[in-house]
């Protein structure tokens, strides 16, 4: 595994993370299986994992996650740096955003509780809420890391304009956003450049264009071919491929099963000299 330094000011995390969301949605795996999923991660070296309060079925059952990761990580002996989003709720299991200074502090009070600890990581704003002021939803994660409740703030589905308006309101560690090999956004709206420029750490979500996508991976484009040339599987290909881009990108991958998250982290061992990155974008579909 290979690990870098996440955000301005942060500690020494795995250069790829993992991504919980999969564990505790529709589609999930029974517990037990959930739970050797993300040691099979900690076992590869990962050290970083992403999770949300609303990463359940519906509100009956907020924080399944983050309960989950902590049942996983009880136990095990190493220092895991595990990000959590608030702003997100599931009425009936639909996906809504309230980014309400007071609800804000209500979830982030909830994360503490079922993930057992006293601080949060990093907490990221999960997505803006168009009735909010964005710098009034800021100001709220601002206010619990002043109390001590929040190591770091992160922000998620946001442009360069958002990443301003919240750095103005409080130091931003991260940001979470789209990336993989059919959504580019983030190299074509400036959000990878401007994390790159501050030092800010990107990380992309949903790496293999999600659940759904994932297993069509190797056919996109020239995928397949390039993956088979480099000797590496095509998820390992397009992790290896965001590392390259830039030292300040932390991909989460996700995975049900443990044999997948086990073969993904191997792409933190792979680099790229620029040459090589030219011809792994030209091996994209358009
Ligand atoms: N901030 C946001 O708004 C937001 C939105 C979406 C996601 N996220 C975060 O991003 C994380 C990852 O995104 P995602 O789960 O949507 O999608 P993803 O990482 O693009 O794809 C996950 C899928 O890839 C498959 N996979 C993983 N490694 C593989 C391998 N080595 N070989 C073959 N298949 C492999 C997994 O299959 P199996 O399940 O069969 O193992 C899984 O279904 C989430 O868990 C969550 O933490 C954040």
Not at 72 to 77: E, I, N, Q, T, V
Not at 100 to 120: E, F, M, N, Y
Not at 166 to 195: F, H, M
Not at 212 to 233: F, Y
């Amino acid at each position: 595994m290979q690990y870098r330094q996440f955000g301005p000011e942060g500690p020494s995390l795995s250069a790829l993370g993992f991504g919980g969301m999969g564990l505790s949605i529709t589609g999930r795996p029974p517990e037990e299986a959930a739970i050797q999923t993300i040691h099979a991660a900690l076992d590869a070296g990962i050290n970083f994992i992403d999770t949300a309060n609303a990463y359940c079925l519906d509100d009956t059952e907020f924080n399944h996650n983050e309960r989950l990761i902590q049942k996983a990580l009880a136990g095990r002996s190493e220092r895991v740096f595990v990000a959590t989003k608030c702003a997100c709720v599931r009425p009936g299991g639909a996906w809504r955003v309230d980014g309400r200074p007071a609800q804000l502090r209500t979830a982030a009070h909830a994360s503490l509780k079922a993930l057992g600890v006293d601080c949060l990581d990093l907490l990221q704003l999960h997505a803006p809420d168009a009735r909010v002021p964005y710098e009034e939803s800021v100001g709220a994660l601002a206010k619990l890391r002043e109390e001590g409740k929040v190591k770091y703030i992160g922000i998620s589905n946001v442009t360069v304009s958002h990443i301003e308006q919240a750095r103005r309101v409080t130091p931003i560690a991260s940001v979470q956003n789209r990336w993989n090999a059919l959504d580019r956004t983030p190299e074509k709206s400036g959000v990878l450049s401007y994390c790159t420029k501050h030092s800010i750490a990107f990380i992309p979500y949903s790496p293999f264009g999600g659940t759904r996508e994932a297993p069509t991976l190797g056919v996109l484009g020239k995928i397949g071919a390039e993956s088979r040339r480099r000797r590496m599987s095509p998820y390992r290909l397009i992790l290896a491929w965001m590392l390259a881009k830039s030292p300040i990108v932390f991909p989460i991958p996700g995975a049900r099963r443990d044999e997948n998250i086990t073969e993904a982290a191997k792409a933190a061992d792979a680099s790229f000299t620029h040459a090589e990155i030219a011809a792994i974008e030209a091996a994209l579909p358009s």
